[in-house]
């Protein structure tokens, strides 16, 4: 092997290594992003469901007479 063919292996083992750290990174912020887009959800569906009740309680639920979601 010369020693051309050394540094460029070098280079490419460095540059390999390099590419899987960032992957592993990527990866791990994209995981991390799903699991808070998750909570965001739940929590929507959550307080949906309390505007939901808190509007048929109150009667405004609809847009039927006295409502004032119109």
Known sequence: MTDLERQLTTALERLSAEYE???RRH?????????QV????RQVERLSGRVTDLARYSGT???G???RWR
């Open 65 to 67: 007479p006295g409502s």
């Open 21 to 23: 750290t960032e992957q």
């Open 27 to 35: 990866s791990e912020h994209v995981e991390a992003l799903r699991q």
């Open 61 to 63: 639920y609809g847009a």
């Open 38 to 41: 998750e909570a965001l959800q």
